[in-house]
């Protein structure tokens, strides 16, 4: 009965597949337009440790879309109100149970620092 339960237990693990790996790192990044004349970056308001991630499932073998780069970077400014991202490292993250469920996409993780203050636009008549 213990030998069973070791090869199940042994079987299962191997079936589940999984990694990530540090891509890149990057000392600034932004999707956003910036104007970099005036720009003191010790100044600025700064949230440290942000994540941002796009990802997309993977179901029985078929993916649903491809994850994006600057979608990952967006969800990091998004979530902290910025406009810039220094010292980014960028990860691969991929995990699958083979022929059931798996997800795979970017990870950024960075201090996003906003340098501008946003008004609220009227709109336009």
Same mark, same amino acid.
């Given at each position: 009965?213990?030998?069973?339960?070791?090869?199940?237990?042994?079987?299962?693990?191997?079936?589940?597949?999984?990694?990530?790996? #540090?891509?890149?790192?990057?000392?600034?990044?932004? $999707?956003?337009?910036?104007?970099?004349?005036?720009?003191?970056? $010790?100044?600025?308001?700064?949230?440290?440790?942000?994540?941002?991630?796009?990802? #997309?499932?993977?179901?029985?073998?078929?993916?649903?879309?491809?994850?994006?780069?600057?979608?990952?970077?967006?969800?990091?400014?998004?979530?902290?109100?910025?406009?810039?991202?220094?010292?980014?490292?960028?990860?691969?993250?991929?995990?699958?149970?083979?022929?059931?469920?798996?997800?795979?996409?970017?990870?950024?993780?960075?201090?996003?620092?906003? $340098?501008?203050?946003? $008004?609220?636009?009227?709109?336009?008549?």
């Amino acid at each position: 009965m213990k030998i069973t339960a070791l090869i199940i237990l042994v079987v299962g693990s191997l079936l589940v597949a999984g990694c990530s790996t #540090r891509m890149f790192d990057l000392s600034v990044v932004s $999707t956003k337009g910036i104007d970099l004349e005036e720009l003191d970056l $010790t100044q600025a308001k700064k949230a440290m440790h942000v994540t941002g991630v796009s990802s #997309r499932s993977i179901i029985i073998i078929f993916p649903l879309g491809n994850p994006c780069l600057q979608e990952a970077i967006d969800d990091a400014l998004t979530s902290a109100s910025g406009d810039i991202m220094t010292d980014v490292a960028v990860y691969y993250n991929f995990w699958y149970i083979p022929f059931i469920y798996g997800q795979f996409g970017y990870e950024v993780v960075g201090d996003v620092i906003k $340098t501008r203050e946003w $008004t609220e636009m009227t709109p336009v008549r």
